[in-house]
């Protein structure tokens, strides 16, 4: 297998070297930008300029891609597969482009890592595929022989190396999330215990349960986290902590709680109309809807997007569509509304608007400005704040072009 490191500022930030050692499969390891020789030998890469990476076929590389700003040049050259490293925003970028565009680049990708666990944690509540870069277990879970060296994997790496050797094959790799769900479940667990007062520790024992559908048993770490934030005077914790609760209860089935619960977490009008659809939804029958709506609302978009894609009604597409929005699924968004799946009165005008704004961005990234453009000004003609839209554009494709000129210039 044939790999191609897309770094953000050069080789020297990038963050997985070690990793580069545990790739399956692997043969040429290529690095766009300069590397030191003597990295080039102990990583067993070689670096390529700017210039030639252009020339060489990338269909028969996997590609790794630690920067948003490099979507529009790996996409126009149609890798094999794509394998996102997502980061936390430098001090140097715009945080909303960067993050958002770390979202476009996660819902491209095949496969994605990160070493932040606030951001994977994120991710897993969005997407399938999600896996943790960093951990605390000293434990040996196998070992991997490169070249002249043996090196002696820790929980984290020895699943990273099995979902990509899952991928290359062709195989699914989710059933490698749920191990590693396994793992930090535990480990949070068994810290509660040390630490049975620990807002933050409870909270996360309670989310790695629920992402393993073990609600019954995730519902008392989370109100014990929901308490020590009471007591110790974090009062904003109504949403972000007791409201998880009616997601849990929607996992288990029990539809009525979940609703109660959340009703009690809304204050604005909007919310409220929100429960007596529900609550509506419910009476007659639709508790997919419910559940689905609980989750999205409870910002579990895979959860919400597993329970709608079975369902084939417009309503059920109709949310579907709004998760993908939300997930940045923009080709899946198109997809729907190409098949004709949304109601007439779904396909409102800013139904349109938003359909033109995510086809352009989707033709800004495969590197066809001409029709990025015409969508984001067709969008202009029903909506003048879609102008916006170019600006963010123009901004992305300066941020990219500055981070290819860094990359031309160091080769």
């Known amino acids: 297998m044939k790999y191609m490191i897309f770094c953000h500022n050069g080789w020297g930030d990038f963050s997985y070297k070690r990793m580069l050692k545990l790739l399956p499969d692997r043969d040429e390891v290529l690095v766009v930008g300069e590397v030191m020789e003597k ?14 990476m252009l020339s060489l076929d990338l269909t028969e590389y996997t590609t790794i891609v630690c920067s948003p700003y490099w979507l529009k040049t790996v996409n126009s050259l ?7 490293l997502l980061e936390r925003c430098p001090d140097d970028q715009d945080a909303e482009m960067w993050n958002k565009y770390s979202e476009l680049l996660a819902a491209q990708a095949d496969i994605v890592g990160t070493a932040s666990e606030r951001i994977y ?7 399938e595929g999600i896996f943790l870069l960093s951990g605390e277990s000293l434990l040996t879970y196998g070992m991997v ?26 195989e699914r790799f ?21 630490y049975p007062f620990h807002a933050t520790i409870s909270y996360l024992a309670a989310t790695y349960l629920y ?26 914790c109504l949403e972000s902590h007791y409201r998880f609760l009616s997601s849990m209860a929607a996992q288990v089935g029990d539809l009525e709680k979940a609703i109660r619960i959340y009703a009690v977490s809304v204050y604005s009008e909007e919310d409220q109309m929100k429960v007596i659809e529900m609550r509506n939804w419910l009476e007659h029958g639709k508790d997919d809807l419910v559940k689905a709506e609980i989750f999205r609302l409870n910002e579990d978009y895979a959860s919400a997007i597993r329970t709608l894609k079975p ?32 109601s007439h009165e779904k396909d409102s005008e800013i139904s349109l608007v938003d359909s033109l704004l995510i086809r352009g961005t989707i033709h800004m990234l495969h590197n066809r400005p001409y029709e990025a453009v015409t969508a984001i000004l067709t969008a202009t003609t029903v909506e003048l704040s879609a102008l916006r839209w170019l600006s963010e554009m123009s901004s992305y494709e300066e941020s990219a072009e500055r981070m290819l000129r860094s990359i031309a210039y160091e080769s």
């Open 121 to 127: 944690l994120e991710q897993c509540l969005r997407r």
């Open 39 to 52: 990295d080039e030998q102990d990583y067993d890469v070689c670096s390529i300029s700017l210039t030639n």
């Open 145 to 170: 022989n490169h070249r002249h060296d043996t090196l002696f994997l820790n929980d984290y790496e020895m699943i990273w190396f099995e979902a990509l050797s899952s991928m290359n094959k062709g």
């Open 174 to 194: 989710e059933q490698w999330t749920s191990v590693q769900w396994e793992i930090r479940c535990k480990y949070y667990v068994d810290l509660v215990a040390t």
């Open 78 to 84: 149609h890798p094999r597969y794509m394998i996102a």
């Open 211 to 236: 992402l393993l559908g073990r609600s019954s048993d995730a519902g008392m770490y989370l109100v014990n986290s929901f308490e020590q934030m009471v007591l110790h005077d974090y009062l904003d």
């Open 311 to 342: 369902l084939n009604t417009s309503e059920s597409k109709s949310l579907l569509r709004d998760n993908y929005v939300q997930t940045y699924r923009y080709e899946d968004v198109l997809r729907l509304k190409e098949e004709g799946s949304l």
